[in-house]
């Protein structure tokens, strides 16, 4: 059996990334980006998942015995992997560590196979107020910040409308409310 690895890795929410594409050799990466946008990764093993069965079994694992760790400035995450899933990476502004892994259960591994991991270095630099404002993305939400008053029946809140995609606020109104 040949040696456990990603056949491919994927990610979204970039400026930059060095190199720029995924190379199974290259276990270290540079991901330049900015904050707002939404870091995620999709990655495939070189192994072929389990197929699963007729009866809608709930507990289907892709890859029974294989973990998908993601550890972010020191702190892990694990969770079953999930072929094509998109898997999202939570960073700070600044630079952050953060590795990716496959490890197989003891009992299960093969003698002499090791577990399988990239790292990343990911630079995030805040938006300029200029981009926030340059915002095209189709998708928006709505939140509400500050309230005031509420002693005579009435408040006053802020409504924010922000984009899904980079976060940029895409417009903010006063709203009095009964």
């Given at each position: ?170 417009s903010r109104h006063i709203e009095s409310?009964?």
């Amino acid at each position: 059996m040949k040696q456990l690895h990603f056949e491919s890795v994927e990610f979204c929410g970039f400026e930059e990334m060095e190199p720029s594409v995924f190379m199974p050799n290259v276990e270290i990466y540079t991901i330049y980006r900015k904050a707002g946008r939404s870091l995620s990764f999709c990655a495939k093993l070189n192994r072929a998942p389990a197929q699963k069965k007729e009866d809608g079994d709930l507990n289907y694992q892709p890859y029974p015995g294989f973990t998908h760790q993601l550890c972010v400035a020191g702190v892990i995450g694990k969770s079953s992997w999930s072929p094509g899933c998109w898997n999202a990476i939570t960073v700070c502004s600044g630079v952050s560590e953060v590795r990716i892994s496959c490890d197989r259960l003891k009992a299960g591994r093969p003698e002499g196979e090791k577990t399988f991991s990239i790292s990343l270095t990911v630079h995030t630099t805040p938006m300029t107020e200029e981009e926030r404002l340059l915002c095209t993305h189709p998708s928006t939400y709505t939140s509400e910040g500050e309230f005031w008053g509420g002693c005579s029946g009435t408040c006053t809140v802020e409504i924010f409308t922000s984009c899904t995609e980079c976060g940029a606020t895409i417009s903010r109104h006063i709203e009095s409310r009964d």
